[in-house]
């Protein structure tokens, strides 16, 4: 695995950081430069007249990525979002190597949108031990693992003792995690759900992800009601329903209806047809997402299953909308 991340796709070299797998600045830089030169000597980056690169950089990787293009491309050009037609991604020439059209400083403004990105504050719900808070933990580095996806800010708002450090202290050691959970777990106070209505209410990512306890209680109606939308979670598809009226009730946009299978073997992934076309349009009558997920246990890595990934997806899209 990558430290640095890079994609090319047309004349666009997307970059930036693998958050999942952090490393120092020398480990970064060396993956950079092994990833560039796997993709030039597989031809995936052929050279030509121009590159454009879009994504975030420190200055030694920006020291890599132009000293191994420079002499495969007549002009690089890394993207300003702050200048050029508002809504559209405007590059700046930086290098300029035998080009007769562009010198250093020119501006290249493309048809490609930048649009305004939209605030969703996702609840993971649900009746209790589906595993939301296993999921909550894998959608999280799901989202991460995307090159460009927004930061997902998660908010443990029920005090069950598994807040978003318990996963990474069970992977490290377990018999700690399990020490640790008892000592933490509280109940749902009237005091709690008030105060963590306010987290809900003021979060300002462009993703907030939700986790409430496993109960259609006034507390957990306090706590949603700041967010947008809703996953419901469940491992009796019989209680789909009441979590669906629950979320109407408070004006929710239930998105997706995932059934838990504790002892399955496989996800099961199913999207409404055209779900990205019409988007809007088909969240006013239906989820965009249904479907199953397998075994949410601890110490696996869920990331990477079919369900949580498409999940993930969903939620980057649904800031673009």
Same mark, same amino acid.
């Given at each position: 695995?990558?430290?640095?991340?890079?994609?090319?796709?047309?004349?666009?070299?997307?970059?930036?950081?693998?958050?999942?797998?952090?490393?120092?600045?020398?480990?970064?830089?060396?993956?950079?430069?092994?990833?560039?030169?796997?993709?030039?000597?597989? =031809?995936?980056?052929?050279? /030509? +007249?121009?590159? !454009?690169? *879009? $994504?975030?950089?420190?200055?030694?990787?920006?020291?890599?990525? %132009?000293?191994?293009?420079?002499?495969?491309?007549?002009?690089?050009?890394?993207?300003?979002?702050?200048?050029?037609?508002?809504?559209?991604?405007?590059?700046?020439?930086?290098?300029?190597?035998?080009?007769?059209?562009?010198?250093?400083?020119?501006?290249?403004?493309?048809?490609?949108?930048?649009?305004?990105?939209?605030?969703?504050?996702?609840?993971?719900? =649900?009746?209790?031990?589906? /595993? +939301?808070?296993? !999921?909550? *933990? $894998?959608?999280?580095?799901?989202?991460?693992?995307?090159?460009? %996806?927004?930061?997902?800010?998660?908010?443990?708002?029920?005090?069950?003792?598994?807040?978003?450090?318990?996963?990474?202290?069970?992977?490290?050691?377990?018999?700690?995690?399990?020490?640790?959970?008892?000592?933490?777990?509280?109940?749902?106070?009237?005091?709690?759900?008030?105060?963590?209505?306010?987290?809900?209410?003021?979060?300002?990512?462009?993703?907030?992800?939700?986790?409430?306890? /496993? +109960?259609?209680?006034?507390?957990?109606?306090?706590?949603?009601?700041?967010?947008?939308?809703?996953?419901?979670?469940?491992?009796?598809?019989?209680?789909?329903?009441?979590?669906?009226?629950?979320?109407?009730?408070?004006?929710?946009?239930?998105?997706?209806?995932?059934?838990?299978?504790?002892?399955?073997?496989?996800?099961?992934?199913?999207?409404?047809?055209?779900?990205?076309?019409?988007?809007?349009?088909?969240?006013?009558?239906?989820?965009?997402?249904?479907?199953?997920?397998?075994?949410?246990?601890?110490?696996?890595?869920?990331?990477?299953?079919?369900?949580?990934?498409?999940?993930?997806?969903?939620?980057?899209?649904?800031?673009?909308?």
């Amino acid at each position: 695995m990558h430290s640095y991340q890079m994609k090319l796709e047309g004349e666009v070299l997307r970059v930036g950081f693998n958050r999942v797998f952090p490393a120092g600045g020398d480990r970064i830089v060396h993956d950079a430069l092994e990833l560039l030169e796997q993709m030039i000597d597989s =031809g995936q980056i052929p050279g /030509g +007249k121009r590159i !454009l690169i *879009d $994504g975030p950089q420190s200055v030694p990787v920006a020291y890599v990525i %132009a000293h191994k293009l420079a002499h495969l491309y007549q002009a690089i050009a890394v993207l300003d979002p702050k200048i050029g037609t508002p809504g559209y991604k405007t590059y700046i020439v930086t290098i300029s190597h035998g080009s007769t059209e562009y010198k250093i400083g020119d501006l290249i403004e493309t048809k490609e949108t930048q649009p305004v990105r939209s605030i969703i504050k996702v609840v993971l719900c =649900g009746p209790p031990r589906a /595993g +939301k808070s296993c !999921l909550r *933990d $894998g959608l999280k580095r799901a989202i991460l693992g995307n090159l460009g %996806a927004p930061y997902p800010y998660v908010i443990t708002a029920c005090p069950d003792g598994e807040g978003s450090w318990h996963q990474e202290t069970y992977e490290n050691n377990e018999e700690l995690a399990k020490s640790i959970r008892p000592i933490n777990k509280a109940d749902v106070t009237p005091e709690f759900a008030q105060e963590a209505a306010k987290w809900v209410g003021s979060a300002n990512q462009l993703i907030s992800i939700i986790d409430v306890g /496993g +109960k259609i209680s006034p507390e957990n109606k306090q706590i949603m009601k700041p967010a947008t939308h809703a996953v419901i979670l469940s491992g009796d598809s019989s209680k789909f329903t009441e979590w669906e009226n629950f979320c109407q009730q408070l004006e929710l946009t239930v998105i997706a209806k995932i059934h838990s299978q504790l002892d399955g073997v496989e996800d099961g992934v199913f999207f409404a047809d055209d779900w990205k076309e019409k988007t809007n349009e088909l969240l006013k009558t239906t989820p965009l997402l249904t479907g199953s997920v397998h075994r949410l246990k601890r110490g696996e890595n869920l990331s990477a299953r079919p369900m949580v990934q498409s999940l993930a997806n969903l939620l980057i899209h649904l800031t673009k909308c």
